[in-house]
């Protein structure tokens, strides 16, 4: 076997700046440590509901510089290209990027490389963002959301890491092809020991800020990919005693997590399984309007974004939820500038404005009030004091 790809070894999770700095905060040697933050609220909902959470970002935290640039169709109008080079260069430059959503009819029928999602692929590759952090988090006040009896999933509160930039996804070779006269269609599964190293460093750092519980889903009676991954974690655990690693094959974590999905409290998968139980654990809570995610480099850079996509049936009408695009916010405070005291903030916030009664369309039930994204991000300032 040969491993021919040498990645960076990823020590932390947390970002290399000290929690606190100030606005224009010049270090010993004349460099500006400013946190630069680049807003990016692409298409539908996206301008409304990131316009909330950055409200919520300058109350908590006034020292923040934000700039805001274009990307996906609102890029693709302006400048006929879904990742322009300006997006480019101020992605590159901020600690974090904070999006909305991209994507809508307007640019179904335009060529693949124009196509908005292009744009969202063009930014994660250029960051090189390799870890995928997804919780499902349902809020007992939304336990009827799910479509899970209430005692099942009732407090639910899992995070699903998910390796972004590997696997069968970008495996070489692919194809369709013809073979002794009929279509042949392939795809390549593979991991490096250390692509899996990092994105398990990433998840055992997670878990040993939750419930210190990590299990790791694969397929290993059948994958030899999967085989290195199961090895790979096990030789990572000595560097963790606190947080408990356990294994679980794929098909039997799909069956657990609609079964009992409290049992979890981090899982990490690679990229094709974590597609499929990301979905599948988000759909548990019955929100999409409420979940958050968080994309990592490694080294403290993230892109934040919800869970759900631009909502075009929704678009412009002040229907949409805010509280995934705000809890985004509170992933990024925790993940890329260490702030854990004021993700904390923004989350109880959001806790006590459902506690409130109020609701957008998404989670309304009767006998709640109604609310419109605007009001719904008023009430989440309003809790923050
Ligand atoms: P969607 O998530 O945009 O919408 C699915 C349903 O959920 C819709 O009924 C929508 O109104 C509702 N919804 C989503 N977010 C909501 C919110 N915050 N508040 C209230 N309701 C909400 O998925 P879709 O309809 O399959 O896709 C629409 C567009 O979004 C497509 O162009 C797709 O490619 C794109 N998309 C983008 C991303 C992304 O930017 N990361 C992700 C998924 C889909």
Same mark, same amino acid.
């Given at each position: 076997m040969r491993f021919t790809e040498d990645l960076p070894k990823v020590e932390t999770l947390q970002s290399p700046r000290k929690a606190g700095t100030e606005y224009h905060d010049i270090n010993e040697?004349?460099?500006?440590?400013?946190?630069?933050?680049?807003?990016?609220p692409g298409d539908g909902i996206g301008p409304e509901i990131t316009a909330q959470a950055v409200r919520v970002l300058e109350a908590l935290e006034p020292g923040f510089e934000m700039e805001t640039a274009l990307l996906g169709g609102a890029a693709v109008d302006a400048t006929g290209d879904p990742y322009p080079e300006a997006t480019r260069k101020l992605a590159a430059e901020a600690d974090a990027v904070l999006l909305g959503a991209v994507g809508g009819p307007k640019w179904d029928a335009l060529p693949r490389e124009q196509r908005p999602e292009r744009g969202l692929l063009g930014i994660r590759k250029h960051l090189g963002l390799f870890a995928n952090l997804r919780p499902a988090i349902l809020y007992p006040e939304l336990a009827n959301a799910s479509t899970l009896k209430p005692e099942v999933v009732s407090g639910l509160d899992i995070l699903i890491v998910r390796e972004l930039t590997g696997d069968i996804y970008f495996g070489q070779p692919r194809g369709i092809e013809n073979r002794n006269g009929e279509r042949f269609g392939f795809n390549t599964m593979h991991y490096t020991e250390s692509e899996i190293r990092r994105i398990g460093r990433v998840a055992f750092e997670a878990a040993g800020k939750r419930n210190k519980k990590l299990c790791s889903?694969?397929?290993?009676? =059948? @994958?030899?990919?999967?085989?290195?991954?199961?090895?790979?974690?096990?030789?990572?655990?000595?560097?963790?005693?606190?947080? =408990? @690693?356990s294994h679980m094959l794929a098909d039997n974590a799909a069956m657990q997590l609609v079964r009992a999905p409290r049992q979890f409290d981090v899982l990490v998968t690679g990229n094709m399984f974590g597609d499929i139980l990301s979905d599948e654990a988000s759909m548990l809570t019955g929100s999409i309007g409420m979940l958050p995610s968080a994309s990592l480099d490694g080294n403290g850079k993230g892109l934040y974004e919800p869970s759900h996509g631009s909502a075009p049936d929704i678009a412009g009408r002040d229907a949409a939820n805010p509280l995934a695009a705000i809890l985004s916010a509170a992933m990024m405070l925790r993940y890329t500038f260490n702030k854990e005291e004021a993700a904390c903030r923004v989350e109880n916030a959001v806790k006590k404005v459902l506690a409130r009664g109020l609701r957008t369309g998404d989670i309304f039930e009767p006998g709640m009030t109604k609310a419109g994204t605007k009001q719904m991000g008023d009430a989440v300032l309003e809790e923050l004091g």
């Open positions: 040697d004349g460099k500006d440590m400013t946190q630069k933050i680049c807003i990016l889903v694969d397929k290993m009676n =059948v @994958l030899e990919t999967t085989q290195l991954w199961r090895d790979v974690m096990n030789e990572l655990a000595p560097e963790y005693p606190d947080v =408990v @690693l």
